[in-house]
């Protein structure tokens, strides 16, 4: 009931912030791309939570490949719009809606397909495969008049990476993972994950690569994952297998795990310490 009353008080406040944010576009204002019938525009920008002193945006287009933005009005999906980075005007959405109010779903991430948008309670993406991430959930009130809103996307996966101390084996090829204990699926309304998932991701591995990177969104502020990672050569056949249990990840954080994966054996999480990151809220460090 707590964290559905703070659902409701955030899209509270982020529709007096889209009002507050709307300006009617004037002669001379307007950008050429713009379609002279579109009455909703959506610049998208990057809100980085730093100190009230420094608080600032940068373009979604610095941090995302792909946009997907969804119109609802009650159960029905009133408009869907896809962009890709190399799109023209990539991050600014025009279109044309009749009028009335909307709940606007805003995804921008790094997968290589398109982010399905089923409802504000529900987001989907390729493969069940999760990337860095970053949403806006609100709603607007659309008239007949051109008008732009300005949308922050904040950041809503947690990242686990993985620091390899020595170099990994010349057979090693591949380095697969499997994790359970976040959400592949998104919830715009809630603001964390909303499935239980078992996520698998597998990468190759170019040579001297020692970083590793995968995402999931969590079900609260702080979740726990469990981790098996192995190591596969050219035929995928397993060389090493390595398991972190209780795996500590949070919202907009980074779970960094620090060793050598080939002399490694089953690791629990327990302690850490917090680092800061210019662009992440921060890097919880531990070793194995």
Request: with cysteine; charged share 20%.
């Amino acid at each position: 009931m707590r964290r559905k009353t703070l659902r409701f008080l955030y899209v509270a406040l982020c529709a007096a912030l889209l009002s507050s944010c709307e300006k009617t576009l004037l002669d001379g204002d307007d950008d050429a791309s713009i379609p002279s019938d579109a009455n909703v525009v959506l610049k998208m920008s990057l809100y980085e939570d730093l100190p009230f002193d420094t608080r600032s945006s940068k373009p979604i287009s610095q941090m995302a490949s792909r946009i997907s933005v969804a119109f609802f009005q009650g159960a029905t999906k009133a408009k869907a719009i896809w962009q890709k980075a190399d799109d023209d005007h990539f991050g600014t959405v025009a279109t044309a809606l009749a009028e009335g109010s909307y709940e606007v779903v805003a995804i921008a991430h790094n997968c290589d397909g398109t982010a399905t948008i089923t409802s504000p309670e529900k987001v989907t993406f390729p493969s069940n495969k999760v990337s860095d991430t970053f949403y806006y959930y609100g709603t607007l009130n659309v008239s007949s008049t051109q008008s732009t809103f300005n949308l922050d996307m904040r950041r809503n996966v947690a990242m686990f990476r993985l620091m390899q101390t020595s170099p990994l084996p010349e057979a090693a090829k591949y380095i697969w993972f499997r994790y359970t204990g976040g959400s592949s699926t998104y919830s715009p309304v809630l603001g964390f994950g909303s499935v239980k998932s078992t996520q698998t991701v597998e990468m190759d591995i170019a040579e001297g690569q020692d970083v590793f990177e995968i995402y999931t969104f969590p079900h609260e502020e702080e979740d726990l994952l469990n981790i098996t990672i192995r190591l596969l050569d050219s035929k995928k056949d397993a060389i090493k297998e390595l398991t972190l249990e209780n795996v500590p990840v949070k919202l907009n954080r980074i779970t960094q795990y620090t060793g050598d994966l080939m002399n490694a054996s089953t690791v629990s999480g327990n302690t850490f310490n917090m680092t800061g990151d210019d662009e992440w809220n921060g890097t919880e460090n531990y070793t194995f």
